[in-house]
């Protein structure tokens, strides 16, 4: 986050963007100190701001602020503005970025996804681990412990329900 403030500063040190004010005061590094009386309400407009601009429960998010601000632990609502607004582009290079894997990911015989499936696709391509550092055995333990067959099962129904205890012992044994 400090990278996407840093770079929003020196691109506008005459004049800061209404943004960046508004993302600054997310971050308890900027707030006034807690004994202040100008903690109180402190960012609630910019947080209100903030929560509009990105179709986000407005007042459940101001509310939850304000909790946070007093020591207590971010809500799911309030997780995901700071997860958002760590997620702006800081540069022009990282929305190049972004329209590259977008134009990977959407093509001509690709092109009957979802635009949740496209977002999914990029999040993952943009934030996720690479293919060589993913480690899918948990995973995989996690899916056959919940009950599912694996891929390469040929007994479906009720048969397979008896002789998956069989499948998951085997599997189990083969991962570990």
Request: charged share 25%.
């Amino acid at each position: 986050m400090t990278a996407v403030l840093d770079s929003l500063t020196r691109r506008t040190v005459s004049s800061p963007s209404p943004l960046l004010l508004d993302l600054q005061k997310l971050y308890k590094v900027n707030w006034p100190p807690a004994e202040s009386d100008e903690l109180i309400l402190f960012g609630e407009e910019e947080v209100s701001r903030l929560a509009k601009r990105l179709n986000l429960p407005t007042r459940t998010i101001v509310e939850s602020f304000r909790k946070y601000k007093a020591g207590g632990k971010p809500s799911p609502d309030l997780t995901r503005l700071l997860v958002a607004a760590e997620t702006y582009p800081g540069s022009t290079a990282e929305c190049e970025r972004c329209f590259s894997v977008m134009n990977e990911t959407v093509w001509d015989r690709r092109n009957k996804l979802s635009i949740q499936a496209v977002s999914n696709l990029m999040f993952i391509r943009l934030n996720g681990v690479s293919v060589a550092d993913f480690n899918p055995i948990p995973y995989v333990q996690s899916w056959l412990a919940a009950g599912n067959r694996p891929s390469t099962a040929s007994i479906t129904g009720r048969k397979a329900a008896e002789k998956s205890d069989i499948h998951q012992t085997l599997i189990h044994n083969s991962c570990v």
